[in-house]
């Protein structure tokens, strides 16, 4: 993975970007990158969307009735 060039508010330049060593679990995947000039962390959000939940369809509901004991 290579550096990725990015405004940085701190530096007032373009600065190459690194990803920092992940805390969260995220892997190669971490939204995360770090200003080789000044630190400064920023988010970026190049990560896939969330995957919605299904919604599971009840299909035939069949009503239930209590039996007569
Ligand atoms: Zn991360
Ligand atoms: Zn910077």
């Known amino acids: 993975m290579g550096d990725r060039e990015l405004y940085c508010?701190?530096?007032d330049a373009d600065m190459p970007f690194e990803?920092?060593?992940c805390q969260d679990g995220?892997?190669?995947d971490c939204?995360?990158?770090?200003c080789?000039?000044?630190g400064a962390a920023l988010l970026i959000a190049t990560f896939p969307p969330v995957r919605t939940a299904r919604s599971?369809?009840?299909r035939?509901?069949?009503?239930?009735?209590h039996r007569a004991a």
Do not use: F, I, K
């Open 56 to 58: 599971t369809l009840r």
């Open 36 to 38: 080789t000039g000044c």
């Open 31 to 34: 939204p995360e990158l770090v």
């Open 9 to 11: 508010d701190g530096c």
């Open 19 to 21: 990803m920092p060593p």
């Open 26 to 28: 995220h892997g190669d």
């Open 60 to 65: 035939g509901d069949a009503v239930r009735r």
